[in-house]
């Protein structure tokens, strides 16, 4: 193979590339262009950080990992500010009658929810009743011919509560 020398006018224009790409994108835009092609700028991600401190990172690498930001050490002279005894106990006050509150609330709730079972008991209990009233019925004196009837027959069957029967019956 054969090396072929390029002439002198394209090694000077190859450099003047390669120096307008060393320079930062914002000086390149603010030249006055030398050739007739405008050079756009691109946009480059820069890395950021969502915590409430400020970014963590520094910045990016060719890869386009990010390195972090040097922890920075406390300050010597911190000042340090213990409750005293008042703050403390207020502070625990207003603890145990947060705590009673939420126990009185669950308990209410509990409450309601047992009364409302109860409540719901005593409607199906009164509607069954009602039922009970409203129906027709044949009374039944020989009970031994049940024996003979078909099985849908004696799910059909059933007995009234007393207290129906001798109002509907008057006995």
Known sequence: M????????IKQEQQTQKQEQKKPAAVVAEQAPVK?????????????????????????????????????????????NPKTWEEKTEQRKKLKALKDRVAEAKLKKKQEKQSRAVQLREKLKRKELNQMKSATYQLIKDTTKIRKWSKKAKTQLSKLPAEIFYQKFGK
């Open 2 to 9: 054969v090396k072929k020398n390029k002439s002198p006018k």
């Open 36 to 80: 007739a092609a405008t050079v756009e700028v691109a946009y480059i991600p820069q890395p950021y950080s969502l915590s409430k401190l400020g970014p963590k990172t520094i910045g990016k690498a060719k890869s386009g990992k990010s390195w972090n930001v040097a922890s920075k050490r406390a300050p010597r002279h911190s000042v340090y």
